[in-house]
């Protein structure tokens, strides 16, 4: 079982649409919790940055963290043709500063 | 600003050849780690270093593969008599401290004829 789950799509929804992406882990020590955005062979970019469980909102991006059940989410509202990449999870733990990420999901908005 | 900066982007060796990968943190940071992505596969750690320092390499190869991060000048991955199994996009990233998010480089894509 990988540390990290995360359903590769490819996901394929209309310019407008709300956006749900999701990752299970099941390392209880993580800790930090991130969200980036792959375009096509480019590096990743950084979108969201969360600690521990909760909420966080930026822009159109809302992060989700529910440790107790092990599981984040990554929110994209009023979704865009340039939201149109892979969405690539990651975590780690307080006593490794290495990312464990997780497979990546395509996504594609259709204008 | 300059971000993370990474050369060359582009890399082709032939089987047996060495391999360097350099990586130039952001202004600032002092932690540089290395990930490798194979096609159609998430991001994988290989090693995280600081100034003249490795940390963590729990996740690189046992042969062939080294990496170094001087006083001055950049980080370096340098993987030695590479193997097509060895053709992927290796990224770098840094950040300020150990607790932070970490920034990537754009990458530099290893073919292996």
């Known amino acids: 079982q990988k540390e990290v789950e995360q359903d590769p799509g490819p996901l394929s929804v209309p310019e407008g649409a709300i956006v749900s992406l999701n990752c299970t882990y099941s390392?209880?020590?993580?800790?930090?919790f991130m969200w980036y955005r792959q375009y096509s062979r480019k590096g990743p970019e950084l979108l969201m940055y969360?600690?521990?469980?909760g909420n966080k909102e930026d822009g159109r991006f809302t992060a989700q963290v529910d440790k107790s059940s092990k599981y984040i989410s990554l929110f994209i509202r009023d979704s865009q043709p340039s939201d149109s990449a892979t969405y690539l999870c990651?975590?780690?733990?307080?006593?490794?500063?290495?990312?464990?990420f997780g497979q990546g999901t395509r996504l594609t908005i259709n204008p | 600003n300059a971000g993370v900066m990474q050369n060359p982007r582009h890399l082709v060796r032939r089987r047996g050849q060495e391999a360097r990968l350099r990586c130039s943190p952001m202004?600032?940071?002092?932690?540089v780690y290395w990930y490798r992505q194979l096609p159609e596969e998430g991001l994988k750690f290989m090693v995280y270093?600081?100034?003249?320092?490795?940390?963590?390499e729990s996740g690189m190869p046992k042969e062939r593969f080294s990496a170094e991060f001087p006083k001055e000048g950049p980080s370096i991955l340098r993987i030695q008599q590479v193997v097509r199994g060895d053709s992927a996009a290796y990224f770098c990233?840094?950040?300020?401290?150990?607790?932070?998010?970490?920034?990537f480089g754009p990458g530099t894509r290893l073919t292996v004829l």
């Open positions: 270093l600081q100034k003249e320092n490795i940390i963590d």
């Open positions: 990233a840094s950040s300020p401290d150990n607790y932070n998010e970490q920034f």
């Open positions: 969360t600690y521990s469980s």
């Open positions: 202004k600032g940071h002092s932690h």
């Open positions: 990651a975590m780690s733990d307080p006593g490794a500063q290495k990312l464990v």
């Open positions: 390392n209880s020590a993580f800790q930090y």
